[in-house]
């Protein structure tokens, strides 16, 4: 199964990472590839370079968003408690915050 992962870092998460932490980040990724368990992320730029279209009663508005996103990924796991896991293991990493997870309903081949 795939499933989204949305990281949200802490406040106190925030800043810059070192080159330590880079390096840390980069085996991560580097392992869950090699595993097939990470299909693809990327870092996310912050709230202001967003925003989030509604639609209500055939109207659109267009809001700022409320919080940071740091990056999402890809995930590939056999089940919700893998995915818990590769996400227990990217915070381990990361520091302190929220990963938001999603499972990604497959839709089969694309009819044509």
């Known amino acids: 199964m795939r499933y989204a992962c949305i990281y949200h870092p ?5 800043g810059a990472p070192s080159p330590e932490h880079m390096a840390a980040m980069g085996a ?11 299909i693809v992320t990327e870092p996310l730029a912050g709230p202001e370079a967003g925003c ?4 209500s009663d055939g109207r659109f508005s267009v ?7 740091g990056g999402y990924a890809i995930l590939q796991a056999d089940s919700r408690e893998g995915v818990i896991a590769l996400a227990e293991q990217f915070l381990e990493v990361a ?5 938001e997870i999603r499972q990604i309903i497959d839709m089969g081949p694309p009819q044509g």
């Not at 802490?10 to 925030?14: R, V």
């Not at 989030?52 to 639609?55: D, G, L, N, Q, Y």
């Not at 809001?63 to 996103?69: E, F, K, V, Y």
Request: aromatic share 4%; charged share 30%; hydrophobic share 40%.
């Open 95 to 99: 520091g302190d915050g929220a990963c």
């Open 28 to 38: 991560l990724v580097a392992r869950f590839m090699k595993s097939g368990e990470l």
């Open 63 to 69: 809001s700022d968003l409320a919080g940071r996103a």
């Open 52 to 55: 989030r279209v509604e639609r």
């Open 10 to 14: 802490a406040p106190s998460n925030q």
